[in-house]
Each structure stands twice: as structure tokens, then as C-alpha cells.
């Protein structure tokens, strides 16, 4: 970890999780007691893993391993390694020396098969907050596992003094009956085991979340007709700004507004998201440790002519191998500058960059919430289709 972490690197000897193996809240049913298998004959253990300072570092063998296992888990529920993250890109994510981030894992015959993970800002309005995260392999689900790992990052949570718990957790299938989200936008399936464990647990859904993709090479004469009219509606009050890499210091202060404004401005549904402020500083740290990772970054940004600050920008990263695929950041028109065209004009300036810059990649993929239509406008208008969907969910959490 980072000096500046308050977290050791890791826990000296496995933590027994203080739940039960069989969670009665759990609604799969327990391992067959006649399977052989090592985990079925002793109590879970969950294990906190040391998070290194590099890829290449002795200690960073259990790092690889738990992003190998979660990308095998992402895979197998979309039949593809399209959402995968390699070691050397997640990394600087959990180097971040504004966040308290750690990661556990439960083993079974020494090889890692469910994760779990815990984050949180270290302070302001967003430390009252946990992002959890639990993942178990195909093969040890309705173990009990899940339900141990969901209730001892819960646990890390409450110890630590944290009142809410936000969890995004994939939604599979179509089945019918559906469970809708507070604002009508979305669905997710009732009967879904994800969603009755959430359920049983305390948790409830708050919003919806879709995945989209969007197939390159665009066609750029339907490109070309969305681009014009969003020049048009921008007007000379507008002004566009593109740039590959290390961002330039004249923007870092509106940039870092810009990045507070999306935990305020972006529709947060039935889930009540703390404003996390931003600095130039921690976006600048931020940025540099993404630039030490194999991804390129592309951004677009907006600025308002007559004041000559930024009404809103956009970030697209894209991995080392052309035959993978890019992932669009964050992208934001701040309320008072919206319905100018800017949303469009910033999205076609991030798929321009990059297929100037770097030609060959087969797709980009976003995230957006269900019920923000004017930014799915955006990205339907510019080719972007749904490829699938998860839940926000969330549940107060009592000392």
C-alpha cells in the first residue's frame, strides 16, 4: 500500500470470519455433505491479501491470482473476457492514497475462489460510506461462502464506523418476476440468487445500471450528421478541448470540480451517494498513478467561452492491446450548462480521439443509470447498444 494508507499491507494470519459457514439468510442451499471437497470439511476462512507496490514484487503473487479469479468470474457470466481488467491496470486503482481499499479472499486447497472486497473515502462526506464487493467461482457457489463474505466486509464497515454499505452487483437473466428500482428505470430478476441473498441480508435496491458497447469502427457518416448538430447547439459559447495523456495544469482546478460534481450532479437513484470532494492535488495523484499503468487515457473537455471554465468533460482509457476493447470514464455536463448538445459533442470527441490516436480497438463500453435518459440519448444516438445490467443496492449499517 501507500505510505500515506492508514491499513497495514496485509493481515499476518487468516481471519476466521465470524459468521457461520451456512448463513440461514443464504437462499441456495448448503453443500452436499457427502462432496469431498477440502472447504466443505472446515470452517471458512477469509484471508485479507496484501495489495503490492508492483506487479512484479515478491509479495504480489495473491494480487494476480484475485484479479485472475475475478476476470474467470466476469467471464464465465458473459461468455467472454471483454469486462476483464489485467493486474498491472487494476493496480493503480488500489495504490490510491485518498481511499482505505482492502481485498479478501477465501481459499481452498490454497487456491483462491471467492473475493471480497472493501473501499471507502478517509474522509468527508463519503467516509460514512463502504463500496463492497463479493465474487465466488461457479463451481464453490452454494457453499455459504458469499453470504460469509458479504457479512465480514459488512462487519469491516461497522468496525471502522461506517453508515451505509453500496454494493453494484451484476444483474443475470431475463426471468420473470422482476424487481424494479425506486425510480421505474430497470429491472432486475426477483428470483435471481444475488438478489435474494441481498434481500435477506437487510440490503435494498436502489437503482440500475446499464452496460453498453459500442462497435468500432463507427460509421462515420451517421458520426458525422450527430457530430454537426452538436456544434451547432454548442454555438460559439463552446469551445472543445482534446488531449492524450498527462492532463494540462492549467484545467487541474475546474477538472477536480468537475469530478466532485459527479458524485452530486449524476443521477444517483433510490441510493444515497455522499459528495466526494476532489482537489487538484488528489486528481493530479489520481491521474498519475492511471499513466503508470499500461492504459492510455483520452479526454475531452468543454469550456465555456464567456467565463473560461469547464461546463463539463469526458474520459475514455483504453488497454495496451488493440484487440481489446475501451472503457469509457467519467463524463459529466455540469446542470447549469445542459441542454446545449455538449453530453454529444463530448462523447463523439472521446471516439474521435481514440480512433485517431489508436485505430484497431473492436469496441468502447460505458455505464450509465437507467433512469438517465439524456445521456443514454447520447450514446444510442452515437451506436452504443445495451450488453447488460447490475444493481445498485445498499443497506444502513447499525454500530
Known amino acids: 500500500m501507500t505510505p500515506t494508507d492508514p491499513t497495514p499491507a496485509a493481515d499476518p494470519t487468516p481471519v476466521a470470519d465470524p459468521t457461520p459457514a451456512a448463513d440461514p439468510t443464504d437462499p441456495t442451499p448448503a453443500a452436499d455433505p457427502t462432496d469431498p471437497t ?9 484471508e485479507r491479501i496484501t495489495i503490492p507496490q508492483t506487479i512484479d514484487a515478491p509479495d504480489a503473487a495473491d494480487f494476480v491470482e484475485t484479479v485472475a479469479v475475478e476476470n474467470a468470474i466476469r467471464a464465465d457470466a458473459i461468455g467472454s473476457d471483454d469486462l476483464a481488467w489485467l493486474p498491472d491496470e487494476q493496480l493503480p486503482n488500489w495504490l490510491d492514497a485518498y481511499k482505505d481499499m482492502r481485498w479478501y479472499v477465501v481459499r481452498d486447497a490454497g487456491r483462491i475462489v471467492a473475493t471480497g472486497s472493501y473501499e471507502s473515502r478517509l474522509d468527508g462526506d463519503g467516509a460514512s460510506t463502504a463500496y463492497v464487493d463479493v465474487m465466488v467461482l461457479p463451481s ?15 462487519e469491516v464497515a461497522r468496525r471502522e464506523g461506517r453508515t451505509q454499505a453500496i454494493a453494484y452487483v451484476r444483474s443475470t437473466g431475463e426471468a420473470e418476476p422482476r424487481l424494479l428500482p425506486p425510480t421505474g428505470a430497470g429491472s432486475v430478476g426477483a ?11 437487510g440490503w435494498v435496491l436502489g437503482q440500475v445500471v446499464r452496460c453498453s458497447r459500442l462497435a468500432l469502427p463507427v460509421d462515420e457518416e451517421a458520426l458525422a450528421g450527430i457530430r454537426d448538430r452538436a456544434r451547432a447547439a454548442a454555438g460559439d459559447d463552446y469551445r472543445l478541448h482534446t488531449w492524450v495523456g498527462r492532463s494540462p495544469e492549467r484545467w487541474l482546478d475546474d477538472l477536480a470540480a468537475l ?10 437513484g433510490g441510493v444515497d451517494e455522499p459528495e466526494d470532494v476532489w482537489t487538484p492535488e488528489r486528481f493530479r495523484d489520481a491521474e498519475e498513478k492511471a499513466l503508470a499503468g499500461p492504459r492510455t487515457r483520452f479526454t475531452a473537455v468543454v469550456e465555456h467561452v464567456p467565463t473560461g471554465r469547464l461546463a463539463g468533460f469526458s474520459q475514455l482509457e483504453a488497454p495496451a492491446e488493440r ?23 463530448l462523447k463523439i470527441a472521446t471516439t474521435d ?7 484497431g480497438h473492436p469496441g468502447v463500453f460505458t455505464f450509465n443509470a437507467e433512469e438517465n435518459r439524456p445521456m443514454l440519448d447520447v450514446n444510442e444516438a452515437v451506436g452504443f447498444v445495451p450488453f447488460e445490467y447490475e444493481g445498485v443496492w445498499s443497506r444502513r449499517l447499525r454500530p
Open 38 to 46: 477440502p472447504i466443505d470439511r472446515a470452517p471458512i476462512v477469509i
Open 140 to 154: 464453490h457457489r452454494r457453499r455459504g461462502i458469499g453470504s460469509a463474505l458479504l457479512a465480514h466486509v459488512e
Open 353 to 359: 480521439l481514440l480512433t485517431a490516436e489508436r485505430p
Open 259 to 268: 469530478e466532485t460534481r459527479m458524485s452530486t450532479d449524476a443521477p444517483s
Open 323 to 345: 484487440s481489446r476493447p475501451a472503457f469509457q470514464q467519467d463524463t459529466l455536463v455540469l446542470r447549469e450548462h445542459r441542454g446545449h448538445r455538449l453530453g454529444w459533442l
Open 191 to 201: 428470483g435471481d440468487a444475488a438478489v435474494q441473498l441481498l434481500q435477506g441480508a
